[in-house]
């Protein structure tokens, strides 16, 4: 139904930016969000970032507040999200996700579609 492919990540020093790229393909209409979530070695996979795409409401986990932004093109069916003045603790494997019904946008549970994931590394 849903396709997910990410983009953009890649290998940058500390206080740098990258911007992620989420191209949705097949049935679009009924999703009501989109997220980004980022898997760290040897953690459990976090929240990012979320975005409607009626409204464009956006939420962030508070590590990121003030340096990750997320945006979307309906038209395109893209999602970005575009970060700045990176850190180490930055460094993850990024996912896109899309939910199709209302509900609490910070967990991975009720995402129904998920991309394969684009490394983002960021050095010292």
């Known amino acids: 139904q849903v396709q997910l492919v990410e983009s953009g990540g890649g290998l940058v020093q500390a206080g740098g930016s990258l911007r992620l790229s989420c191209a949705a393909s097949?049935?679009?209409?009924?999703?009501?969000?989109m997220g980004w979530f980022r898997q760290a070695p040897g953690k459990e996979r976090e929240f990012v970032a979320t975005?409607?795409?009626?409204?464009?409401?956006?939420y962030y986990t508070d590590s990121v507040k003030g340096r990750f932004t997320i945006s979307r093109d309906n038209a395109k069916n893209t999602v970005y999200l575009q970060m700045n003045s990176l850190k180490p603790e930055d460094t993850a494997v990024y996912y896109c996700?899309?939910?199709?019904?209302?509900?609490?946008?910070?967990?991975?549970?009720?995402?129904?579609?998920w991309g394969q994931g684009t490394q983002v590394t960021v050095s010292s």
């Open positions: 097949g049935r679009t209409f009924s999703s009501y969000a």
């Open positions: 996700a899309a939910r199709e019904v209302p509900g609490i946008l910070t967990g991975t549970a009720g995402y129904d579609y």
């Open positions: 975005i409607t795409w009626s409204r464009g409401s956006t």
